[in-house]
C-alpha cells in the first residue's frame, strides 16, 4: 500500500508539472488573442486552425534561436538565474489541492503533491525565493539595464510580499490553520472566504499582480526606459525560462487565489447532486481549473486594460496604501473575532 502510495504521488506530481507547462504554454496564445480583441485585432491565425498550434511554433523558434552568453557577464550565475526562476515557479503548485481527497473504501488519496500542514508558509517561503532567480539574472548580464531592472524588482518583490503576508494573517486568524488542504475544505458551499475577508482578498490579488511581474506591476522590464529589464541580454530557451516563469507565476498565483478566498475545488451543491468518489474528484478539478482560468483571464484583462505605474506610484501603493490596510483589515479581524467569543 505505501508503495502504490508513493507511486501514486510521483505521478500526481508529474501530472501537476505538465498541467503547469501546458497552460502557461497556452495562456501564451490565449493572452495574444484577448489583446487583439480589445485591440479590434485578429491575433495568431496561420500556425494551425485558428492559429492553435502557435505556442508550439513560438517554442521551436526559442529553441532554435542563437544563444549568446555576453562575454563580460559571470557565465555560471547567468545560468543558474532563469534555471531559478523556473524551478520556483514549478515548485509552488507541490501544496495546492486541485481537487477533493478521493475516498474508495479503504482507499484514501489526497489529490495534492503534499499536504503539509504549514502550505501557507511553504508558498510564501518559495515565493521570497523566486526574486533571487531575477536579481541573479539581472546582476550577473552585467548591464546597467538589467542591473535597473534587477533592484526594480527585488524592491517591488519585498515590498509587496509584506502586504500579501499581512493580508494572509487575518485569513489565517480566521480559519485557524496554516494548511491550504484545510483553508480549501472549510469554504464548503457558499461559505467563501472571500465572504468574510473581502479587504484581504483585494490585497492579495493586488500583491499577486506586482508578484508576478505583470502590467501595471511590470517596472523590472519596462522597454521605454531599460531595453529589455533583467533579461536584457538573454536570448534562446534563457529568455524563454524567464518568460516561461512569469506565466506559470500567474497560473499557480490564480489557483492560489482561488483555494484561498474563492472555495478552490469546492461548489455550492457539488455534493447533493455527485456521490460518486471518482466523479466527486472529477468536478472538484474542473471547478477549481474554471476559476483558476477566470483568474488567469483577469491578470490579461488588467493587463491590457491599465497602464503602467510609475516607480514612485508603485512604491507608494505598496507602503502608504496596502500594508497600513493589511495592518487595518488584522485589528479589525481581531475584534470582530472578540466580539463573536462575547456574544
Not at 559571470?74 to 545560468?79: D, E, Q
Not at 482561488?258 to 456521490?275: A, E, K, Q, R
Amino acid at each position: 500500500m505505501e508503495s502504490s502510495f508513493i507511486i501514486g504521488k510521483f505521478i500526481l506530481a508529474a501530472c501537476v508539472f505538465g498541467l503547469s507547462l501546458f497552460v502557461a504554454m497556452y495562456s501564451t496564445y490565449f493572452e495574444r488573442k484577448i489583446a487583439a480583441f480589445l485591440q479590434d485585432r485578429l491575433g495568431p491565425n496561420r500556425a494551425g486552425p485558428f492559429g492553435i498550434l502557435q505556442p508550439l511554433a513560438d517554442g521551436v523558434k526559442m529553441f532554435m534561436k542563437e544563444e549568446i552568453t555576453p562575454i563580460v557577464s559571470n557565465k555560471w550565475l547567468f545560468i543558474f538565474g532563469p534555471s531559478l526562476a523556473m524551478l520556483t515557479a514549478l515548485m509552488t503548485g507541490a501544496v495546492i489541492p486541485w481537487a477533493p481527497t478521493y475516498v474508495n473504501g479503504d482507499t484514501y488519496f489526497p489529490l495534492q503533491v503534499a499536504d503539509i500542514n504549514i502550505g501557507v508558509l511553504y508558498l510564501f517561503g518559495v515565493v521570497s525565493i523566486g526574486v533571487y532567480g531575477i536579481m541573479i539574472g539581472g546582476w550577473a548580464s552585467n548591464n546597467k539595464y538589467s542591473l535597473m531592472g534587477a533592484l526594480r524588482a527585488s524592491s517591488q518583490m519585498i515590498s509587496y510580499e509584506l502586504a500579501m503576508g499581512l493580508s494572509i494573517i487575518a485569513l489565517v486568524m480566521m480559519t485557524g490553520t496554516l494548511s491550504v488542504r484545510e483553508i480549501a475544505s472549510q469554504q464548503i458551499g457558499w461559505h467563501w472566504n472571500v465572504l468574510y475577508q473581502p479587504l484581504a482578498c483585494l490585497i492579495f490579488i493586488i500583491c499577486a499582480f506586482a508578484e508576478t511581474n505583470r502590467a501595471p506591476f511590470d517596472l523590472p522590464e519596462c522597454e521605454t526606459e531599460l531595453v529589455g529589464g533583467y533579461h536584457t541580454e538573454y536570448s534562446s530557451m534563457k529568455l524563454g525560462f524567464y518568460l516561461f516563469a512569469e506565466y506559470i507565476n500567474m497560473f499557480i498565483s490564480s489557483a492560489v487565489i482561488s483555494t484561498l478566498f474563492f472555495g478552490g475545488y469546492n461548489f455550492p451543491l457539488i455534493y447533493n447532486y455527485v456521490t460518486d468518489p471518482f466523479w466527486v474528484s472529477v468536478v472538484g478539478f474542473a471547478v477549481m481549473m474554471s476559476k483558476t482560468l477566470f483568474f488567469i483571464f483577469l491578470f490579461m484583462w488588467v493587463r491590457w486594460t491599465l497602464p503602467r505605474f510609475r516607480y514612485d506610484q508603485l512604491m507608494h501603493l505598496g507602503w502608504k496604501v496596502l500594508i497600513p490596510l493589511s495592518i487595518i483589515n488584522i485589528v479589525l479581524t481581531g475584534i470582530g473575532m472578540w466580539l463573536t467569543d462575547k456574544i
